[in-house]
């Protein structure tokens, strides 16, 4: 922990524009940045699954425009089976690195983390800025590969060997295609290791006076907990993109075995492994799931705290949870390979741990539930997100039961079961997670309140659509629908085409709805209603300095904490909450020292 600045240390505000908005070293700035890139992110994303959707509910529909994007892949704006693949992997790329790992870790953690732990800034303001410039690479990167002659690649966002690895031969995208795209992921790699390195970093040896780690606010906790998670998983990632960059350009044969014969040709490599990459990718592809869903835990503890005006029935174990869930996710990513060949001893060895990863992931749900029981919980637009967190989380995880077991999985992991499951627990919980901490945090980032009915409005109409889109996905699973599929021309898929519709018009109609957040946001941030420096009346240290906070974040005097991150109620205090920075001495016997 630091009482005072390091000798030598500059915390004067930048005075040009460029290092103050463009390469600025302070963490609130790169926050936004990350946030903007997360936000320009989504809105792609978006319209690329209205693009699949549309063509998935009908087929033969010539969508203006779409040749612009690719003559090839659309002539006359019909797509073709290879462009939906390819609009495919862009969507769930886009979507799963750009956004759900960018926005609540990246965005939050940044402005947040170091404010929230005492700090003036992160320890490595260089790495820091250097972080988001070259996440903002990589997604420049992965853009550029709409461009390329052949499209971008069709091998999924999991990109599975041998097919990822072989060059041209394997069809439309497999060649320069798939290099930029593990270009682009490689790269974010490295920009999330040091974004890693200064969040540990900041968090073990930044702290302020008087806040040991069992002060720390949850959000905290799942940011380091993720970051720790973040450096093991990437740095295993990374290689991987390297080595399958090698394949194409070098004439390795990392993850192409011997003998291979593709369109009728024998390829000239020998010795790899198609396995390796699935290895490789799903020590890194379980843990990702964490690494987008845990700091939408910490965030939603922390926001139903604060509103429910009582700390959770237990903040260790919560703690304890998060960190045990973690570790299991590292043990686990073999439930991902039930359908590789695996054998059945190991499909066993990796099926209990999946089970038994749902154990501290139920015991958070509960602390929550068990915690809102009873309690008059402020209804905001923030806290509604946090509920529909819970809703999602719950509603996808109770599918992963069916999941865990080899028997079941091999029967349901091909179709759109699998599909519903992980948008529903991660990304769409994860998503309810950043609009949560976006109504909440907006105040104190920008000195303006958003909009509180315009966000109740865009909560419920959410809320629904989203249950209208991804519930029906684990029905159409059940009924043999395989997920990847781009026609229905099977004779038991075609009774499904009215689902798909459904889905389509629910996915467009909740699309829109996101145009109100947008309007709300940008309304907000120039037009909005002052904010003072704690409108939620909040107890951790974010709400103990001025909004929007000075550039070393506490102005001239550094904070003192002397209690809890969560005093509310506290039988004798002066009012119904006490700030960490409160010098006010509490009869409370759980109080950490």
């Known amino acids: 922990m630091h009482d005072t600045p390091a000798p030598g240390d500059d915390h004067r505000a930048p005075i040009s524009f460029i290092r103050k908005h463009i390469f600025s070293l302070d963490h609130k700035v790169i926050g936004k940045q990350y946030y903007a890139l997360a936000l320009f992110a989504v809105f792609v994303g978006m319209v690329l699954s209205w693009i699949m959707r549309i063509h998935l509910g009908w087929g033969s529909y010539a969508i203006p425009g779409l040749h612009f994007l690719s003559k090839t892949g659309a002539p006359g704006d019909v797509m073709t089976p290879e462009y939906y693949l390819q ?6 790329t886009i979507m799963v690195f750009f956004v759900l790992t960018t926005a609540p870790f990246a965005a939050f953690g940044n402005f947040f983390l170091p404010i929230q732990v005492g700090a003036e800034d992160m320890p490595f303001p260089h790495f820091n800025m250097m972080s988001f410039w070259v996440t903002f690479v990589a997604f420049v990167v992965l853009v550029a590969s709409f461009f390329v002659p052949d499209g971008p690649t ?30 682009s992921i490689g790269i974010f790699c490295i920009g999330q290791l040091l974004g890693s390195l200064n969040f540990i970093t900041t968090t073990l040896d930044m702290r302020c006076k008087g806040m040991s780690l069992m002060r720390l606010p949850l959000s905290v906790w799942a940011w380091f907990i993720t970051s720790i998670m973040g450096l093991t998983a990437f740095a295993v990632l990374m290689p991987a993109c390297v080595l399958l960059i090698l394949d194409h350009v070098a004439g390795t044969s990392f993850f192409v075995s011997s003998n291979e014969v593709i369109n009728g040709q024998l390829l000239p490599h020998s010795g790899g492994s198609t396995l390796l990459w699935q290895h490789l990718f799903w020590f890194f592809g379980h843990p990702e799931v964490y690494i987008a869903i845990l700091p939408g835990m910490g965030i939603v503890s922390h926001i139903l705290i604060t509103n429910m005006r009582r700390p959770l029935l237990s903040h260790r174990v919560v703690i304890y949870a998060m960190g045990t869930l973690a570790v299991l996710s590292y043990m686990v990513y073999g439930h991902h390979m039930f359908v590789s060949g695996m054998n059945p001893f190991s499909s066993l060895a990796f099926s209990f741990p999946t089970l038994v990863i749902t154990i501290p992931a139920t015991v958070v749900v509960l602390i929550w539930l068990g915690s809102l029981y ?40 091909a179709t759109y079961f699998v599909v519903g499951h992980f948008h529903l ?16 945090w907006f105040p104190k980032m920008t000195g303006h ?37 781009q026609a229905f021309t099977d004779d038991y898929l075609i009774a499904l085409i009215p689902v798909h519709k459904f889905i389509t018009v629910a996915a467009a109609a909740t699309g829109l709805v996101q145009f109100i957040f947008l309007y709300n946001l940008i309304h907000s941030r120039f037009w909005g209603a002052p904010a003072s420096d704690n409108p939620w009346e909040g107890t951790s240290l974010e709400w103990s300095t001025a909004t929007p906070p000075p550039h070393n974040n506490f102005g001239d005097k550094m904070p003192v904490v002397y209690h809890d991150p969560y005093e509310f109620n506290v039988e004798g205090a002066s009012s119904d909450f006490i700030m960490q920075t409160s010098p006010e001495q509490l009869n409370n016997p759980h109080e950490e020292k």
């Not at 029906?472 to 599929?485: E, K, Q, T």
């Open 154 to 183: 069709l091998g999924g966002w999991t990109q599975y060997a041998p097919l990822s690895a072989v060059g041209s031969v394997a069809g439309p995208g497999q060649g320069l295609g798939v290099v930029l795209w593990a270009a």
């Open 87 to 92: 609009l495919m992997t862009m969507h769930g």
């Open 449 to 485: 309140m958003m909009n509180d009915t315009l966000g109740k409005i865009h909560f419920w109409l959410t809320f629904v659509g989203a249950y209208c889109i991804f519930m029906p996905f684990h029905y159409l699973g059940i009924a043999g629908n395989v997920r990847r599929y």
């Open 425 to 440: 627990v991660m990304a769409i919980a994860a998503m309810f997670g950043i609009f949560a901490g976006t109504y909440y």
């Open 374 to 413: 009873g309690s008059r919980l402020r209804i905001n637009s923030a806290s509604l997100f946090a509920l529909g967190f819970i809703s999602m989380f719950i509603s996808g995880g109770v599918s992963g039961f069916f999941l865990a077991q080899p028997a079941i999985d091999i029967m349901l992991h």
